[in-house]
């Protein structure tokens, strides 16, 4: 089963672009955290880790207007690995999320959500016109039509929000 849910901050402004056939595609990156107490020093320690996302379809445009820089997800998807072949020849690989669903966090307000905008009237699964067919990078011949997305090193995302 490949199965991701995870809970984390955006760490830029999601970014929607569109095939040639008009399907829309979002990038984005998440920031998890995690903490825990030194056993020798007792001093507290924690690591971010970085994760990319892949949003298609309608769900990803609906996430771009929903999210910002620093606000709080969850989500749920499936990991898909990548790779490409460098300036230098060398074949590169990336990891990145491919997004199901989204959730709001509990309690926590949007950038773009009015505080009287409940989690029951946040989209939980938005199906697309892209159900119907592979649409989230699978055919190869989508891969061929987003190069900047697909045939390129991915964005660097170490600077924390």
């Known amino acids: 089963m490949n199965s991701v849910l995870l809970a984390g901050n955006l760490g830029q402004d999601p970014e929607v672009r569109f095939t040639p056939s008009g399907t829309a595609v979002c990038t984005a ?30 769900r990803g445009e609906n996430f771009v207007e929903f999210f910002r820089k620093g606000d709080g997800v969850i989500i749920e998807g499936k990991l898909q690995t990548r790779s490409w072949e460098g300036d230098d020849g060398i ?10 669903k989204w959730h709001f966090p509990p309690g926590k307000s949007h950038s773009n959500r009015p505080p009287e905008h409940t989690d029951e009237d946040a989209p939980r699964y938005i199906p697309g016109e892209d159900e119907h067919r592979t649409g989230r990078g699978d055919d190869p011949v989508e891969r061929t039509l987003i190069p900047d997305m697909y045939n390129s ?6 600077v924390p929000f």
Do not use: F, M
């Open 91 to 100: 074949k590169r690989y990336t990891t990145e999320i491919v997004v199901q």
């Open 153 to 158: 090193p991915p964005l660097d995302d170490d």
């Open 29 to 58: 990156s998440i920031a998890t955290n995690e903490s825990w107490k030194d056993k020798e020093t007792g001093a507290k320690e924690q690591r971010t880790e970085w994760h990319r996302l892949v949003i298609w379809g309608k």
